[in-house]
């Protein structure tokens, strides 16, 4: 399923370039713009999509909701590498420095 743009879905970063740690708690109270090494792995949102999702692209989204909690804002990734759409529905992207599961919602 190709990610167009104002699709509903939900994206879930699974692996980071560096060793960043962090504790769930520290993860929830993760805020924009707080960014020295980048997010931290188990980073959620969910929101619409603003472009389609392309190789060589940011993927930007209109954030309502950031680790379970409503938080209106933006999200935006770095370069987007590939797309690998698995079988299940899920589509996992990996950018300059992360993979990501997203899922349509």
Known sequence: MKLKRNTSIGI????HDTD????QEEANLFEDGNRQNG???NYSAEGFLNEDVVVGEPLKMIRLKRNG???Y???TTSIISE???LSNGITMLTTQNSTYKVTVL
């Not at 879930?12 to 692996?15: E, G, I, M, R, Y």
């Not at 960043?20 to 504790?23: I, M, R, S």
């Open 12 to 15: 879930l970063k699974v692996t």
């Open 69 to 71: 909690v409503s938080a």
């Open 73 to 75: 804002g933006s999200f």
């Open 39 to 41: 997010i931290p792995e």
């Open 83 to 85: 797309i690998i759409e």
């Open 20 to 23: 960043l740690e962090y504790t």
